[in-house]
C-alpha cells in the first residue's frame, strides 16, 4: 500500500457515499446547518476531483474550522454535551475533506464515518436506525477493503460481499463481549442531563386540556408484565402523582414532604406482581398499578400513594412492583392532611360552590353526596369529548352550568372541588388507565393516550377512596372521536383487530424486545442472565477471561468452518451430473446404466430440441470437469448456473404436464 | 545477513534474532504458522483507539447500542487480524533461476507462489531490502510467477537478500509477514564500458587485420546481396537506389573472418575491475559484430567463437574471475 499516492477516483467516491450514509441520520439530533455543511464539502470533494479543483488555501481552511468550532461551542454551551461532541466530529470530517488527497486521508475519514455511525446511537437507539447503521458499517467496511487492495480495485459487489462475510464472523464476537463484559452502572464521567426535553408525559400539574392533549399521542407511555394473573381491564389504574394544590382554575403538586409511613396503609387480599418498562419522562414518578406498595429500585420509595425516584427518569427503566388492588389507606386522616384535602382558594367558582353548599345543606351524608355529584353528570347533558370548548375564569362553574363538554380533567377537577366544597377531603390523582393487552409477547402496552385523571376521596372508616366521576358519564354521550374509553376497553378493541393493528402489535413486540433485552442490558440484566446460564458467581476478572476464552474459540470455530468450506470438492462435477439427470427422470428421460453421458445428453437433446442448446453446454462443461486434473471454478460456476436454468425449465414442464394430465382425466370422467 | 556495526543493541539483537530463525532455504518453503508474524498497522492502531473511544463512551453514557458498535468493530478487526493471518499461511514459494544481468542492473529473482487452497490470496508483497516492492494476487489452487526485485553493485554471484513476504490484506489494520531466504543465485557480469577500443597491438588477431575500433570505420571489402539477418546500418543504401531497390550489403573485412583474442593481459595500465569492465563490452561488441573472438585471462581461456552460448560463457569467466564462490547481497 503506497500511502502518498493520490486518491483513485472510485474509491474516493466510496469514502464519500460513506459519509453521505453516516452523515445523512444525524438530521435527527443535530443542526441541519451542520450537516448541510458537511454534504456540501462532500458534493464539493467529488466535483473537485471529477475537475481538478484546487483544495483551498491552508488560512482558508484554518479559519473555518476556527468558525465552525466557536459557533458548534456557543452554540452547544461547551463541549461536554454529546450533541458538541459530535456537532464536532461532524465538522472535523468537513474540513478534513477539504484536504482529502492521499489514501491514508481517506483511511481516516473511513475512521472517522464509523464513529460518526457509532456515535448516533447516543441519541437515537432505534432498532430501525440500529439496521441501519449495520448496512452503513457494511458499506464503509467494503470501502475499507477498497482502500487496502495493493493492486487493482476490487468490483464494489465483491468488495460489498468480503465485507459482508467479514461482519458476519464478526458478529459472534460482538455478541459475547456484549453479554460478558462487565456493565458499571454509572458514567466515568458526569453526563449533563436533557432534563426531560422533548419527552412525551404527564407533569406534576393539571388544567383542562393538559391531558386532552397527551390523548392525541400514540407513542408509548410504559409496558407492563404481569407475574400474577392480571386484572381486569376497567381496574387498571397506573398512578402517577397525586394533586393536592387547587389554584381555582389548575391543579398541582404541593411540595410538602409528605407522609412515607407504610404503616397507614392496611392491605387486603391478593397482592400482584408485575414489572414495567417505563419509558423517560424527565419526572421523578414511577407509574404503578393502584396500589403499589414497594418497587426493587434502591433509589424508590413510597410516598402517600405515589412511587418516587430520587433521579428524574431520562432513560428507560425497568422495575418489578408489588401492588395491593384492594386496600385501605389511611383511615384515620391527620389534621394536617384534613386541612390539605379540604383547602380551597376563597371565592372562586361560586355557582359550583353554591351547589355543593346545597347538598350538604339537604343533610346528605358523605357517600349521598358523592353519589348526588356522579349522578349529576350521569343525568345531565354531559358529553365527554376531546374537543371541549374552551374555558376561562371560573373554569369549574362555566364547565359544569354551560359548557358540560370536557375530557377527563375536566370532570376529575370538577368532582374534586365539589368535594372539597362539601366537607370531603379530596385530591386528583394522575395517571394512566387501561392498556392494550399485546397477544404477541403477552404484556400491557399503556400510551400516552391512556392518560388519564381520577380523584380521591376521603371517607371515615374506608380511608382513601378512588373515585372516576369520568365513568360516570352516560355512554352515549362519548363522542366517537375520544380513543380512550371509559371502562378499559378501547376503540381499538371494539373496532377488532385489523391486520395493520397486528402489525402494529407486532412491531411494538419487537421494540419491547428490543428495549427490554438490548438498550436495558445493563448491570442488572448482565446480572440477571449470567445467573440464567449459571455464571452468576463470576468475578468481573473471571468474566473477562472467559470472554477473551469465548472469544478464541470463536476464531477456531471459525477457522474449522471456513477450512472445511474450502476443502476442494472433488465430487461435485458429478454431483451435479447426477442431479441433472435426477431432473431429466422428470421428463421421464431415465439414463440407462451403459449410457455415457455425451449418448445420453445426445438422447435428451433430440426428444427435447427446445432443451438441446441447455443440454448439450451442461454435458460439454460436464465432460470437460470430469476429465481434467484441476477443478476450475469458473467452468463450476457456468454449471451451476446452466442447472439452476435446466431445472426450472424442466420442472415446469414437468407441471405443465401433470396439469394438462390432471385436466385430461377429468374431463374423461362423467 | 551480516549487522551493520552503527545500529543499536536491540536492533542488533533483533537482526540476530531474525537471521536465526530464518536461514538460507533450499528449494521451496512453505509459509508456516510459527514463522508468521503479525503486528497492527498505524492505521490498525488508530482503528484500535477508535473502538476504545466508542467503548469508552458507551460506558458512560451505559447506552448498548454504542457498545453493540464498538464490540462490532473489535470484532471485525479481530476477524481481519485472522484472515490477514491466513492469507500468508500455507503459501509455498519456490525460487527459479534468476537471468544473469549486468552490475549496476537491478537483479530479479523470479519466485513462483503457490497458492494450495481454495481461496485467493489476495495483495501479497515481496519486499526486498533494497525498497522494492511487488504486489502480486495468487487464485486459489493456482500458481503465479513474481519477482523479487534486489540492487546488484558488483560483479560475481549475487545470493539472493532476506526478503519479507507480507500482505495487509483485506483490511489493513494488521501487517503479517515473514522473512525467507531462499538459495537462489543470480549471475551478474561485469559492468561494461560504454565504449570499448580493440588491443591496440593487435595481439591474437589472426589473418591480416591490422586492430581496428570496433565501433566506427571498418574495412570496407566489397558488396554482396542482401540476406537476412544483415545488419541495417551494413545496408549499402547508395548502391540500392542505384539498383532499383534490392537491397546490397556493404561487407567489412572482419565480420567474415576475422578471429579476435581478447586478452586480460594486454591491458596492463588498468586495475583488475576496469580491464574485466573493457573485456566485457569488447564481448558484447564482437558478438554484435560477429567477429569471432576468443577470451583470455590468467589461468583460463575460451577458445574463438561466437553465439550466445559462447558470449554466455565468457561473460560467465568475466563475472566470476579472481572470485570464490558467491557474494552476499549487501557486501
Same mark, same amino acid.
Given at each position: 500500500m503506497i500511502h502518498d499516492e493520490a486518491l483513485p477516483k472510485p474509491l474516493l467516491n466510496g469514502v464519500l457515499l460513506g459519509l453521505i450514509i453516516t452523515l445523512l441520520p444525524h438530521v435527527l439530533h443535530l443542526p441541519a446547518w451542520l450537516i448541510i455543511l458537511a454534504l456540501a464539502a462532500v458534493a464539493w470533494r467529488h466535483f473537485a476531483a471529477k475537475f481538478h479543483w484546487r483544495s483551498p488555501s491552508r488560512p482558508l481552511r484554518l479559519g473555518a474550522t476556527a468558525a465552525i468550532f466557536v459557533i458548534i461551542y456557543v452554540g452547544c454551551g461547551g463541549i461536554n454535551d454529546p450533541h458538541a461532541g459530535v456537532?464536532?466530529?461532524?465538522?472535523?470530517?468537513?474540513?478534513?475533506?477539504?484536504?482529502?488527497?492521499?489514501?491514508?486521508?481517506?483511511?481516516?475519514?473511513?475512521?472517522?464515518?464509523?464513529?460518526?455511525?457509532?456515535?448516533?446511537?447516543?441519541?437515537?437507539?432505534?432498532?430501525?436506525?440500529?439496521?441501519?447503521?449495520l448496512g452503513a458499517i457494511t458499506w464503509i467496511t467494503a470501502t475499507l477493503l477498497q482502500a487496502a487492495q495493493e493492486n487493482q480495485n476490487l468490483a464494489w459487489r465483491l468488495a460489498v460481499r468480503h465485507s459482508a462475510a467479514l461482519?458476519?464472523?464478526?458478529?459472534?464476537?460482538?455478541?459475547?463481549?456484549?453479554?460478558?463484559?462487565?456493565?458499571?452502572?454509572?458514567?466515568?464521567?458526569?453526563?449533563?442531563h436533557e432534563g426531560g426535553k422533548g419527552q412525551t408525559g404527564m407533569s406534576g400539574y393539571m388544567e383542562p386540556g393538559s391531558i386532552g392533549e397527551l390523548s392525541l399521542s400514540q407513542a408509548v407511555a410504559f409496558r407492563v408484565r404481569f407475574l400474577d394473573k392480571p386484572p381486569q381491564a376497567s381496574e387498571l389504574y397506573w398512578r402517577g402523582p397525586v394533586l393536592w394544590r387547587f389554584n381555582g382554575q389548575s391543579w398541582s403538586t404541593d411540595d410538602r414532604p409528605g407522609d412515607n409511613d407504610l404503616s397507614?396503609?392496611?392491605?387486603?387480599?391478593?397482592?400482584?406482581?408485575?414489572?414495567?418498562?417505563?419509558?423517560?419522562?424527565?419526572?421523578?414518578?414511577?407509574?404503578?398499578?393502584?396500589?403499589?406498595?414497594?418497587?426493587?429500585?434502591?433509589?424508590?420509595?413510597?410516598?402517600?400513594?405515589?412511587?418516587?425516584?430520587?433521579?428524574?427518569?431520562?432513560?428507560?427503566?425497568?422495575?418489578?412492583?408489588?401492588?395491593?388492588?384492594?386496600?385501605?389507606?389511611?383511615?384515620?386522616?391527620?389534621?394536617?392532611?384534613?386541612?390539605?384535602?379540604?383547602?380551597?382558594?376563597?371565592?372562586?367558582?361560586?355557582r359550583a360552590a353554591a351547589l355543593a353548599h346545597q347538598w350538604r345543606?339537604?343533610?346528605?351524608?358523605?357517600?349521598?353526596?358523592?353519589?348526588?355529584?356522579?349522578?349529576?353528570?350521569?343525568?345531565?347533558?354531559?358529553?365527554?369529548?376531546?374537543?371541549?370548548?374552551?374555558?376561562?375564569?371560573?373554569?369549574?362553574?362555566?364547565f359544569l352550568f354551560q359548557s358540560r363538554r370536557g375530557f377527563c380533567e375536566h370532570y376529575a377537577s370538577t368532582f374534586a372541588f365539589l368535594m372539597r366544597v362539601a366537607g370531603i377531603p379530596a385530591r386528583i390523582v394522575l395517571g394512566y388507565q387501561g392498556g392494550e393487552h399485546s397477544p404477541i409477547s403477552g404484556y400491557y402496552l399503556v400510551r400516552q393516550a391512556d392518560a388519564h385523571a381520577w380523584t380521591e376521596v376521603w371517607l371515615a372508616d374506608a380511608g382513601w377512596v378512588r373515585i372516576d366521576p369520568t365513568a360516570a358519564i352516560a355512554p352515549d354521550r362519548i363522542e366517537a372521536d375520544v380513543i380512550v374509553g371509559l371502562s378499559g376497553t378501547t376503540q381499538r378493541e371494539r373496532d377488532g383487530m385489523s391486520w395493520l393493528h397486528q402489525f402494529g402489535l407486532a412491531w411494538d413486540a419487537i421494540n419491547y424486545h428490543w428495549n427490554d433485552w438490548v438498550l436495558g442490558y445493563g448491570p442488572e440484566r448482565q446480572q440477571q442472565t449470567l445467573r440464567g446460564l449459571g455464571l452468576a458467581w463470576l468475578t468481573p476478572s473471571q468474566l473477562v477471561l472467559l470472554m477473551t476464552t469465548l472469544v478464541l474459540a470463536?476464531?477456531?470455530?471459525?477457522?474449522?468452518?471456513?477450512?472445511?468450506?474450502?476443502?476442494?470438492?472433488?465430487?461435485?462435477?458429478?454431483?451435479?451430473?447426477?442431479?441433472?439427470?435426477?431432473?431429466?427422470?422428470?421428463?421421464?428421460?431415465?439414463?440407462?446404466?451403459?449410457?455415457?453421458?455425451?449418448?445420453?445428453?445426445?438422447?435428451?437433446?433430440?426428444?427435447?430440441?427446445?432443451?438441446?442448446?441447455?443440454?448439450?453446454?451442461?454435458?460439454?462443461?460436464?465432460?470437460?470437469?470430469?476429465?481434467?486434473?484441476?477443478?476450475?471454478?469458473?467452468?463450476?460456476?457456468?454449471?451451476?448456473?446452466?442447472?439452476?436454468?435446466?431445472?426450472?425449465?424442466?420442472?415446469?414442464?414437468?407441471?405443465?404436464?401433470?396439469?394438462?394430465?390432471t385436466v385430461a382425466s377429468q374431463s374423461s370422467k362423467p | 545477513m551480516p549487522i551493520p556495526a552503527d545500529t543499536t543493541p536491540v536492533r542488533?539483537?533483533?537482526? *540476530?534474532?531474525?537471521?536465526?530463525?530464518?536461514?538460507?532455504?533450499? !528449494?521451496? /518453503?512453505?509459509?508456516? *504458522?510459527?514463522?508468521?508474524?503479525?503486528?497492527?498497522?498505524?492505521? !490498525?492502531? /488508530?482503528?484500535g483507539a477508535m473502538a476504545v473511544v466508542l467503548l469508552l463512551s458507551a460506558i458512560n453514557y451505559g447506552n448498548s447500542m454504542a457498545f453493540a458498535v464498538a464490540f462490532l468493530l473489535m470484532g471485525i478487526g479481530l476477524m481481519d487480524m485472522y484472515h490477514t493471518h491466513q492469507n500468508l499461511l500455507g503459501l509455498t514459494i519456490e525460487p527459479l533461476s534468476a537471468k544473469a544481468i549486468f552490475a549496476g542492473m537491478t537483479a530479479q529473482f523470479p519466485l513462483r507462489l503457490h497458492n494450495p487452497s481454495r481461496r485467493p490470496?489476495?495483495?501479497?508483497?515481496?519486499?526486498?531490502?533494497?525498497?522494492y516492492v511487488t504486489a502480486v494476487d495468487v487464485p486459489g489452487q493456482a500458481q503465479i510467477v513474481s519477482e523479487l526485485t534486489a540492487n546488484s553493485k558488483q560483479r560475481g554471484m549475487l545470493s539472493a537478500p532476506r526478503f519479507a513476504v507480507s500482505t495487509r490484506h483485506p483490511l489493513g489494520l494488521f501487517r503479517a509477514w515473514t522473512w525467507m531466504q531462499l538459495e537462489m543465485d543470480c549471475l551478474v557480469y561485469p559492468q561494461p564500458l560504454p565504449k570499448a577500443w580493440l588491443p591496440a597491438n593487435g595481439t591474437g588477431v589472426e589473418g591480416e587485420q591490422r586492430p581496428a575500433l570496433i565501433e566506427g570505420q571498418d574495412d570496407f571489402n566489397g558488396l554482396r546481396e542482401y540476406r537476412q539477418g544483415d545488419p541495417y546500418r551494413h545496408i549499402a543504401w547508395r548502391h540500392m537506389a542505384r539498383r532499383d531497390g534490392d537491397p546490397i550489403t556493404k561487407i567489412f573485412s572482419h565480420s567474415a573472418n576475422a578471429q579476435l583474442w581478447l586478452d586480460y593481459d594486454e591491458l596492463p595500465e588498468l586495475n583488475r575491475e576496469e580491464r574485466l569492465s573493457r573485456l566485457c563490452r569488447l564481448v558484447l561488441d564482437c558478438e554484435s559484430k560477429s567477429i569471432r573472438y576468443g577470451l583470455r585471462v590468467p589461468g583460463q581461456d575460451i577458445a574463438p567463437d561466437l553465439g550466445i552460448q559462447h558470449k554466455e560463457s565468457c561473460l560467465r569467466m568475466l563475472a566470476l574471475y579472481g572470485l570464490e564462490g558467491t557474494h552476499s547481497h549487501d557486501t
Open positions: 456537532s464536532l466530529l461532524v465538522a472535523m470530517v468537513a474540513v478534513k475533506l477539504l484536504e482529502t488527497k492521499q489514501r491514508r486521508d481517506a483511511m481516516l475519514l473511513l475512521f472517522l464515518s464509523y464513529l460518526l455511525i457509532g456515535s448516533i446511537f447516543l441519541f437515537n437507539q432505534h432498532i430501525i436506525l440500529a439496521i441501519y447503521a461482519i458476519g464472523q464478526a458478529i459472534p464476537v460482538m455478541l459475547v463481549l456484549f453479554i460478558l463484559f462487565p456493565r458499571l452502572s454509572g458514567p466515568l464521567w458526569s453526563v449533563p397507614k396503609l392496611e392491605l387486603q387480599g391478593q397482592a400482584l406482581r408485575y414489572e414495567v418498562m417505563l419509558e423517560p419522562h424527565g419526572q421523578h414518578w414511577l407509574l404503578a398499578l393502584d396500589m403499589p406498595v414497594r418497587t426493587n429500585r434502591s433509589d424508590a420509595r413510597w410516598l402517600a400513594g405515589q412511587l418516587l425516584t430520587d433521579h428524574e427518569v431520562n432513560e428507560r427503566i425497568r422495575y418489578l412492583a408489588i401492588s395491593y388492588p384492594q386496600y385501605r389507606l389511611e383511615p384515620n386522616l391527620s389534621a394536617e392532611d384534613r386541612q390539605r384535602g379540604l383547602s380551597l382558594p376563597v371565592s372562586s367558582n361560586p345543606a339537604q343533610g346528605l351524608n358523605d357517600r349521598q353526596i358523592i353519589k348526588r355529584a356522579l349522578a349529576q353528570f350521569h343525568d345531565q347533558a354531559f358529553f365527554y369529548t376531546l374537543h371541549p370548548p374552551k374555558l376561562q375564569g371560573n373554569t369549574i362553574d362555566e470463536i476464531l477456531a470455530t471459525t477457522s474449522t468452518l471456513l477450512l472445511w468450506h474450502r476443502q476442494p470438492r472433488t465430487e461435485t462435477a458429478g454431483l451435479q451430473y447426477r442431479r441433472f439427470c435426477k431432473s431429466l427422470a422428470l421428463l421421464e428421460l431415465i439414463r440407462a446404466p451403459h449410457e455415457g453421458p455425451a449418448d445420453f445428453g445426445r438422447r435428451c437433446a433430440q426428444q427435447y430440441p427446445e432443451l438441446a442448446p441447455l443440454i448439450n453446454r451442461f454435458i460439454h462443461l460436464y465432460i470437460e470437469q470430469r476429465y481434467q486434473s484441476q477443478t476450475q471454478v469458473e467452468l463450476h460456476r457456468q454449471m451451476r448456473r446452466l442447472l439452476l436454468r435446466l431445472r426450472w425449465i424442466i420442472l415446469r414442464m414437468h407441471l405443465a404436464r401433470l396439469y394438462k394430465r | 542488533r539483537f533483533v537482526l *540476530r534474532w531474525v537471521a536465526d530463525r530464518h536461514t538460507r532455504h533450499h !528449494g521451496p /518453503l512453505s509459509l508456516q *504458522r510459527r514463522k508468521i508474524y503479525i503486528l497492527p498497522t498505524r492505521y !490498525g492502531l /488508530l482503528f490470496r489476495m495483495s501479497i508483497l515481496l519486499e526486498s531490502p533494497d525498497g
